[in-house]
């Protein structure tokens, strides 16, 4: 398995980042590496989500769990491995909630491919949610 984690505080509700994370159509607007995405069904699981990263091909997401307004998962099943992303809101006190975003490489080739792909992945996990976090401040 191959894993990376990065989280940030936020002054912003739980609430406020589910808003975000639930409009899906809006993630370019905080997400600089999205060229174009589109949900299928509603924010919950079982529901499809097509994402394409910027000079890529489309990936196809699952989001396996969905618990407003605390966290959702998603998984994308490539080949040899599966990328879970958990993203996740905890309130720390009345002022602030910290925002985490994991992801898990597991599989037969998750040795291998995790480190070859896993940073590639993740690596904007830092601004990505520093983005996210500055527009649910907003």
């Known amino acids: ?3 990376a984690e990065h989280s940030t505080e936020t002054s912003a ?4 980042i589910w808003r975000l994370w639930a409009d899906v159509a809006g993630w370019p607007a905080w997400n600089a590496d999205i060229e174009e995405i589109e949900l299928s069904g509603p924010f919950a699981a079982g529901s499809m989500i097509r994402m394409t990263p910027i000079g890529q091909e489309p990936v196809e997401l699952r989001i396996a769990e969905a618990v407003e307004p ?7 099943e490539l080949g040899e491995i599966v990328v879970r992303t958990t993203h996740r809101v905890e ?14 490489i597991t599989g037969p080739a998750a040795d291998t491919l995790g480190p ?3 940073p590639e992945i993740s690596g904007d996990f830092p601004q990505t949610l520093a983005a996210l976090v500055e527009r649910a401040e907003s």
């Open 70 to 76: 605390e966290l959702f998962v998603d998984e994308a």
């Open 1 to 3: 398995m191959w894993e």
């Open 116 to 118: 070859q792909i896993g």
């Open 91 to 104: 309130r720390l006190d009345d002022a602030r909630a910290r925002v985490t975003y994991r992801m898990e």
């Open 13 to 16: 509700t739980p609430e406020e």
